[in-house]
C-alpha cells in the first residue's frame, strides 16, 4: 500500500456537520480495505483562484492515507458522482526526501513512515 | 549602436531555492510557488528566474497541482 494524499473542495456553504459526514464516507472505506488514514487537515473556506461551478470559495479538505491502489480508482469515481465536490486531488505523498537521508546517515532503511511523514508536512 | 548587454551592470543569476536550501516543493505552497508565476498566472522560466533544473521542474508540477486545486489560476482574466 502506498502513502497518498487527498485534497477535496467541498461547496462553500455547507455545515460544519455535513462536512464531517462526507469525510466519514471517505475515512470509512479506507479503514475497511485495510488502510490508514494518518492526518486530516481542514483548511476551511479558501477564495479560489478561479470559479469552479460558478462558485468562488470552496472548503478543503486534505487527507494523508495509506491507501490501497484499487481504492483511488474508486474513490475517484465517488467524487466525481458527488455533487457537492467541487474538485478533487489525489496524488502519490513524497518519499522521504534524500536530504533528510543524508543527514541521518545509516538511518535510510530503519526510516518508519511515521518519520517520513513528518518531514513532508514542514 | 551598442549592444543592450554591454551597457547593462550585468549581475549572476542564481536559484533562490537552492540559495534557500529548499529540498522540495509542496505543491499546498501557494505562496512559496506564486513567487514563480507571472501576474498572469504564467510559470515564469528558468532563463528569467534563474532556478536550477532541479528546482524549475519541481516548481512545474507543483503550480500544475495547485492550479487543479485552485490555489493558482491557470490565467488571470484581469488583462484584457
Sequence with gaps: ?122 | MARDGESRSYRRKFCKLCFDKVDRIDYKDDRRLSRFVTDRGKIVPRRISGTCARHQSQITEAVKRARILALLPFTSDQYR
Excluded: C
Design chain 1, 1 to 122: 500500500m502506498k502513502l497518498y494524499e487527498t485534497t477535496i473542495i467541498f461547496e462553500p456553504g455547507l455545515e460544519e456537520a455535513r462536512i464531517n459526514e462526507e469525510l466519514d464516507r471517505v475515512t470509512q472505506p479506507i479503514a475497511q480495505a485495510g488502510g490508514e488514514v494518518i492526518e486530516v487537515q481542514r483548511w476551511g473556506k479558501k477564495k479560489l483562484a478561479y470559479n469552479i461551478k460558478k462558485r468562488r470559495d470552496g472548503t478543503y479538505l486534505h487527507i494523508k492515507h495509506k491507501s490501497p491502489a484499487t481504492l483511488i480508482a474508486e474513490m475517484d469515481r465517488r467524487f466525481r458522482l458527488n455533487e457537492s465536490v467541487l474538485r478533487h486531488l489525489t496524488v502519490l505523498a513524497p518519499k522521504e526526501s534524500p536530504r533528510a537521508a543524508e543527514e541521518a546517515p545509516g538511518a535510510e532503511g530503519a526510516a518508519a513512515p511515521a518519520e517520513a511523514v513528518s518531514t513532508v508536512v514542514e
